[in-house]
């Protein structure tokens, strides 16, 4: 655990979570989560305080006309506020993909067992912003070079990951990283993961639009604040 670097430290990331508990019960935390995606197979949840019922696969549709894209970059928090500041995004859902385990609760993705990265899954219009835009913010604003690593998160759950759909989304990603790294916009290589999306699994209510309800929260201050004002500078011609 670093608690000396303010910025990322464990310890105050999870002093807001223990506060919202202490506000919402232990319920709050147990609560059932919805799967969400699009045209991929997702498995149906049982409330965790119960015993889970055997899994029943379903596929989300999105509106016609909408696309999804499904990316990790450390803190689900943080991206979150990130892309629902991006003009043509519809929605923006904190989760867990990448890993083995279905119905995967905070705790056991946060364990580094489960194989999931924390995620966010972006519907979006693709006549407002494009694929490759949304890709472009994940390696320009969050940091794409540490491996399992963003800041003070450490750990495979935290890692960069881009989560395609289809061989066009996969081109596009590894074009935007080819791009990115010859601009040298960083000083290390991108190590940033391109991999198909198997499954994506809705994260906790209380991760829900956290942000924009914690604003004054310590890691909100010290850590996603100046992501913001990074993702300001650098694309405020795309921004709502």
């Given at each position: 655990?670093?608690?000396?670097?303010?910025?990322?430290?464990?310890?105050?990331?999870?002093?807001?979570?223990?506060?919202?508990?202490?506000?919402?019960?232990?319920?709050?935390?147990?609560?059932?989560?919805d799967p969400v995606d699009?045209?991929?197979?997702?498995?149906?949840?049982?409330?965790?305080?119960?015993?889970?019922?055997?899994?029943?696969?379903?596929?989300?549709?999105?509106?016609?006309?909408?696309?999804?894209?499904?990316?990790?970059?450390?803190?689900?928090?943080?991206?979150?506020?990130?892309?629902?500041?991006?003009?043509?995004?519809?929605?923006?859902?904190?989760?867990?993909?990448?890993?083995?385990?279905?119905?995967?609760?905070?705790?056991?993705?946060?364990?580094?067992?489960?194989?999931?990265?924390?995620?966010?899954?972006?519907?979006?219009?693709?006549?407002?912003?494009?694929?490759?835009?949304?890709?472009?913010?994940?390696?320009?604003v969050l940091d794409p070079?540490?491996?399992?690593?963003?800041?003070?998160?450490?750990?495979?759950?935290?890692?960069?990951?881009?989560?395609?759909?289809s061989h066009d989304e996969?081109?596009?990603?590894?074009?935007?990283?080819?791009?990115?790294?010859?601009?040298?916009?960083?000083?290390?290589?991108?190590?940033?993961?391109?991999?198909?999306?198997?499954?994506?699994?809705?994260?906790?209510?209380?991760?829900?639009?956290?942000?924009?309800?914690?604003?004054?929260?310590?890691?909100?201050?010290?850590?996603?604040?100046?992501?913001?004002?990074?993702?300001?500078?650098?694309?405020?011609?795309?921004?709502?």
């Amino acid at each position: 655990m670093n608690t000396q670097n303010i910025t990322g430290a464990p310890w105050l990331r999870m002093l807001p979570l223990a506060l919202v508990a202490g506000v919402a019960g232990l319920a709050t935390l147990g609560a059932a989560k919805d799967p969400v995606d699009a045209e991929v197979p997702v498995a149906a949840k049982a409330p965790l305080a119960a015993p889970r019922a055997q899994n029943t696969l379903v596929s989300a549709k999105i509106p016609q006309g909408l696309a999804v894209a499904t990316l990790g970059g450390g803190c689900f928090w943080s991206m979150e506020a990130l892309y629902k500041r991006v003009k043509g995004v519809r929605s923006a859902t904190p989760g867990y993909a990448g890993g083995k385990l279905a119905n995967p609760s905070y705790e056991q993705v946060g364990s580094g067992s489960t194989g999931h990265a924390e995620s966010l899954n972006i519907v979006y219009d693709p006549k407002v912003v494009s694929y490759g835009e949304l890709v472009d913010i994940l390696l320009t604003v969050l940091d794409p070079t540490t491996l399992n690593q963003q800041g003070g998160d450490v750990g495979t759950n935290y890692r960069s990951v881009i989560f395609t759909r289809s061989h066009d989304e996969k081109q596009i990603a590894e074009k935007e990283i080819q791009k990115i790294n010859a601009k040298h916009i960083w000083k290390a290589p991108i190590v940033t993961q391109v991999v198909p999306i198997k499954a994506f699994y809705r994260a906790e209510d209380y991760h829900q639009n956290y942000y924009d309800t914690h604003q004054e929260a310590p890691y909100c201050q010290a850590v996603i604040e100046p992501k913001l004002d990074k993702l300001r500078a650098k694309f405020g011609d795309k921004l709502k």
